[in-house]
């Protein structure tokens, strides 16, 4: 099983909203990433956990806050976000921390900020 | 630091026709590099990827991609399009920072005509 479910699809939210972004995988991966993709733009990495730890943050605004209760699940908490904010939020896992470890990537949620 | 470019934003190839897709890095030593492919609205999922040896690397769907250094491209190709390849592609190269941060193309947009 190499797939890694997003939940919602979609979310339309409010810039005073408070909404969860859920990402899972069940390959035993224990490094997890956030991106963010702008429409007709590349994937750009926000977070990386590595074995349930933060190990990077590409510089995100604090409205953007990443949790990994266990080695399967990967949140993404998100408060007083703007508009500019609307994207694709995508997750993806990978074995292990070296470079030639496949990131498999979920379907994404579509995020709109009113 | 590793970077790629894909030099043609979108191509438009008959059904049937064969498709090549451009990809150069800039790396001094040799690259471990990837194609990704994102239909409309979806997750990226991995076509193939290179980090040694055979240069010419089998993917997934019937696609292939040949490293040559001299030139400094990984160009994905495939004989015959089908109309379910129209989709977003990504070349992308993994930083050299430590840990998996992958850095995508501006990505080419192909379009299959009947």
């Known amino acids: 099983d190499t797939e890694v479910t997003q939940t919602p699809k979609h979310l339309v939210m409010g810039m005073t909203n408070k909404k969860s972004l859920k990402c899972e995988q069940h390959?035993?991966?224990?490094?997890m990433y956030w991106y963010k993709q702008k429409a007709k733009k590349p994937p750009e990495l926000m977070f990386v956990y590595s074995y349930e730890k933060l190990s990077i943050n590409e510089s995100v605004p604090s409205r953007f806050s990443p949790e990994c209760p266990n080695s399967s699940l990967l949140n993404l908490h998100l408060h007083a976000l703007q508009p500019e904010d609307s994207a694709l939020y995508l997750c993806a896992s990978s074995q292990v921390r070296t470079y030639t470890d496949t990131q498999y990537f979920g379907p994404g949620t579509r995020l709109t900020v009113l | 630091a590793q970077s790629v470019t894909q030099p043609d934003i979108h191509i438009t190839v008959s059904e049937g026709a064969s498709l090549e897709l451009r990809c150069n890095y800039s790396?001094?030593?040799?690259?471990?590099l990837f194609w990704y492919v994102q239909s409309p609205g979806q997750g990226l999922q991995l076509l193939l990827k290179y980090f040694s040896g055979d240069t010419l690397v089998q993917g997934i769907k019937g696609f292939e991609a040949e490293f040559k250094r001299s030139q400094s491209s990984f160009n994905l190709r495939k004989p015959s399009v089908h109309w379910s390849d129209a989709a977003e592609y990504f070349c992308a190269v993994p930083m050299n920072t430590g840990f998996q941060k992958l850095v995508f193309g501006t990505g080419t947009r192909l379009l299959v005509s009947p």
């Open positions: 390959m035993g991966h224990r490094a």
């Open positions: 790396y001094g030593a040799t690259p471990y």
